[in-house]
């Protein structure tokens, strides 16, 4: 195939990533984008970067990191260009768009989709271009925004095992090195990190829904907590995610519920695929969607935990004194 012609800015680019150690294309700097290119910076991967808002770029840039004005220019300039993007949609607009990846991305070059997304993008990429070489890889994270900023997100890789050992030096420059897992074919990834999210987000629901039904009922919050904690009934959301809420009222604005009930609609769109019927996903859906549309787009992904505190009329809350305490007597 004919490579594609570029602009002088893209030359100069080129030019100066050349004797660089490997390029790393970037395109998403957003809560979790911003965090994984400054942890790539760190470790001595020459980058350049493309969002939709360059300011977000600025510090990056005063680091040594070079903007690229379309994905084409990124794909074109790198060695490997990662996408950090809000929705399938996205992803499909900077990959296969007239500026896109697919047009500045060499044959035999790799895109590694680390957003949590579908398998179609990626795999009409695989049918339209079968003859590029191409090496496309899943890897959605987890692990949230300072998962992202401390450098140790969870990753889970999809597609071929010599892809994941060539690019783990890429991948452990993001994530914990004992939790950068294969977990198996093109697609795994993503399946995994919705399921992922979706056991999170019905763990929310269901403790929401217990913690508001038995302080309704007269039983003291954190009493309720520990004898949840010390149950076959504990979870991870039960001991430590929910922490955030009843000590802090903090509902995890750093993740817009918005993006939790796209995240949502993909997994039940999943479900719906492969026919395994998802009741239980449907009604934690509609929860979320009610809270989306009660409180508003740029809510915390925690924000149906408010659901339930505005029924009741009671702010689930730990008295001070109980933090860190025992409680029971």
Known sequence: MDQP??????????????????????????????GMTRNLQKSGFALIVNDIRREAAAELLEGGAIWADTPAEVAAASDVVITMLPTPRHVDAVVNGLDGILAGIRDGGTW?????????VANRVRA??????????????????????????????????????????IFEAMGDPERILHVGKAGAGYAVKLMINQLWFSHLVATAEVLAIGVKAGVDLEVLRQSLIASPANSNFVENDVLGILDHGDYDE??????????????????????????????????????????????????????YEDLIGVELRRAPATVGEQVFA
Do not use: W
Request: charged share 20%.
């Open 5 to 34: 012609r570029f602009s002088q800015h893209h030359e100069r680019v080129r030019e100066m990533t050349n004797s660089q150690p490997t390029t790393v294309g970037f395109i998403g700097l957003g809560n979790m984008g911003s």
């Open 112 to 120: 590694i989709d680390m957003s949590t997304s579908v398998p179609e």
């Open 254 to 307: 750093g993740f817009a519920i918005a993006l939790a009930c796209k995240d949502l609609g993909l997994s039940i769109d999943l479900a719906r695929s492969v026919g395994v019927p998802a009741e239980l996903s449907g009604l934690v859906e509609q929860i979320y969607r009610r809270a989306k549309a009660q409180y508003g787009d740029r809510a915390g992904e925690m924000t149906p935990v408010k659901l």
């Open 128 to 169: 339209d271009h079968p003859d590029r070489g191409l090496h496309i890889v899943d890897a959605p994270v987890s692990g949230m925004s300072v998962g992202a900023s401390n450098g140790m997100l969870q990753i889970f890789v999809g597609g071929e095992a010599s892809d994941l050992q060539r690019l783990r030096p």
